[in-house]
């Protein structure tokens, strides 16, 4: 019974919230306390990643658990005089994460990604625009961006969904202002190239994280999975 009552008391948000300002302490003061104290950074490192396993198992109190030995490890360090550790000034506030794609026949992997990346607090999603898609990928979206853009407003993981900047990527991110920015595993831009144009565009660095494998739903990987198996079974129906 206090198991339960327990389980029913614990805020998701909390722990985000506390998941994102240990994050944030950790990776401004990680080449100072790696420099002397490794294993103790290493330990922290793990207890923090564990936070965020249980989180996405939905096992919110070993979650709460666990990155509350992390905060441990770094107020150790503090209360010794090694380190000034500054907390997030709005991490009483959900934190924001921005996420940016084309999205085009939503699949399983697609899920993945949004309940992954809302994980770590609000999901803002932009929708790459149609000219856009055009110019990088060298051919138009299967659906236009206004039908995916209604899609994606529908997914329970987004809090927010809006179409992208036809002329500057970062435009979007100057509006929303996250504090975390989540990369798909097949997108080929450069964590630290990223992190230094936000920087100089934001006035402050938000923490970028990559969803890390690509994984795979009864053979289905990308929406080009997708478009091959509608092209081999049913292209000639249409001759």
């Known amino acids: 019974m206090v198991f339960a009552a327990l389980k029913r008391e614990v805020d998701p948000d909390r722990v985000r919230r506390y998941i994102y300002g240990v994050e944030k302490v950790l990776s401004d ?6 420099a002397k104290y490794p294993a103790l950074l290493d330990a922290a490192k793990r207890y923090l990643k564990d936070s965020v396993h249980y989180l996405e198992k939905g096992d919110l109190e070993t979650s709460l658990v666990t990155i509350s030995y992390a905060e441990g490890l770094i107020d150790s360090l503090k209360y010794m005089g090694e380190i000034e550790a500054s907390w997030p000034a709005h991490i009483g506030e ?3 994460v921005f996420l940016a794609g084309t999205f085009d026949i939503i699949h399983p992997g697609h899920i993945e990604l949004f309940k992954w990346a809302s994980s770590f607090g ?30 994606v407003q529908s997914i329970r ?3 927010e969904a809006r179409l992208g900047d036809e002329e500057d990527i970062f435009k979007p991110i100057e509006e929303i202002r996250p504090d975390v920015i989540v ?18 565009r934001l006035g402050y660095k938000p923490t970028v994280k990559r969803y890390p494998v690509k994984e795979s739903f009864e053979g289905i990987r990308s929406s080009s999975d997708i478009i091959r198996k509608v092209c081999l079974f049913y292209c000639d129906l249409f001759k």
């Open 29 to 34: 003061l990680e080449e100072a306390i790696g």
């Open 183 to 200: 990369l798909g595993p097949d997108q080929t831009i450069s964590e630290a190239l990223l992190e230094k144009e936000l920087e100089s």
């Open 94 to 96: 959900q934190a924001k």
């Open 122 to 151: 609000r999901l803002y999603v932009v929708i790459a625009r149609d000219v856009n898609v055009q110019r990088n990928k060298g051919r138009k979206p299967v659906l236009p961006e206004r039908a995916r853009l209604k899609i």
């Open 157 to 159: 993981y987004v809090y």
